[in-house]
């Protein structure tokens, strides 16, 4: 049985495991988008405004349980073969002798682990913020357009699917770990910096442009962002390290989401939209400084060898 795992994961690391996920994940935030500026309209009565919002919860309620109802019945526990090396090795791992509290404290003592956790939270942070403000900034600046605002929004998120997936088979097919994540994250603070400067041009359609470019390469940090992180943590589980990962986005989206509304609030969108630059700048030296200790490759080396060998 081992052996066969082996075989089958040998066989699957040809395919990108994380682009599917973060292309739902990035489908959810895309209908977010585009659905509740055409749900809730801008009305000046409240009354009218309260009963479309509350179609809206209805709907989102009624989504989730459905979804609820899906996850419970179709689909099982754990799949029959473990996806990846790292699911292989726990399985074999008797279940009283694992602790999540030490495999915690030892990713917490991986160097290269943290400077991706912070430049990765502070990368994911700055798009949370700007998805989050996105409205607020361009009603600022183009007065009514809310429903463009939200089409906006789907273009940055449509884009960086197109991103995550040629990413992530980039990623795939050249196994250049650091030097892609590093590209990438140079071009999403290159992506910021014009996304900033051309906002207040009066020009919706080069908001349009310079919204999908910037959620290209943002959006298309996040499998990398998860793959790396996987290959300088093997063999402990893919799922702690991942959960770390969002963990630091969601606290410097959080952050990042305040301060960069009360910039706006006070001083305008493009001293709020060079506040998250100067963290991308920091985010993309702290990349610089990562060692890339591809032990998840070099482990698929290993097993790769010992299947010719006995074969």
């Known amino acids: 049985m081992d052996e066969l795992w082996l075989v089958n994961l040998l066989k699957s690391s040809k395919k990108p495991l994380i682009c599917p996920k973060v292309c739902r994940f990035s489908l959810g935030i895309a209908i977010g988008f585009l659905v509740p500026p055409i749900l809730v309209p801008n009305v000046e009565d409240l009354d009218e405004l309260a009963g479309h919002i509350r179609v809206m919860f209805y709907i989102t309620a009624g989504v989730a349980t459905f979804l609820f109802i899906l996850v419970i019945i179709v689909f099982q526990e754990r799949p029959d073969i473990p996806p990846t090396q790292a699911q292989a090795a726990a399985r074999l791992i ?38 989050t403000l996105l409205n607020q900034m361009i009603i600022k600046h183009y007065p009514g357009e ?62 349009f442009i310079t919204a999908g470019a910037l959620g290209f390469f943002m959006t298309g940090y996040l499998p990398l962002g998860f793959e790396f992180a996987v290959e300088l943590t093997y063999p402990e589980s893919e799922g702690t390290s991942s959960g770390l990962l969002n963990c630091s986005a969601q606290v ?48 698929n080396q290993l097993a790769k060898t010992a299947v010719s060998t006995e074969h």
Request: glycine residues 10%; hydrophobic residues 50%.
């Open 94 to 131: 008797p279940a009283e002798s694992y602790s999540y509290t030490s495999s915690i404290l030892c990713l917490l003592r991986n160097r290269p682990f943290i400077l991706l956790i912070i430049s990765y939270g502070l990368n994911v942070g700055c798009f949370y913020a700007v998805s």
């Open 146 to 207: 809310e429903v463009n605002a939200g089409r906006i929004g789907l273009t940055i998120v449509i884009a960086g699917m197109v991103g995550s997936l040629i990413c992530g088979i980039w990623l795939d097919r050249t196994k250049s770990y650091k030097q892609t994540t590093l590209a990438v994250y140079v071009m999403s603070l290159v992506g910021m910096l014009v996304y900033a400067f051309t906002l207040s041009l009066g020009h919706l359609w080069v908001v």
């Open 252 to 299: 410097f989206g959080i952050i990042f989401t305040i301060c960069q509304g009360k910039i706006i609030e006070h001083f305008g969108t493009l001293a709020g939209n060079l506040f998250l630059c100067a963290f991308l700048l920091i985010g993309t030296i702290l990349t610089g400084f990562i060692r890339s200790d591809l032990r998840r490759q070099m482990a």
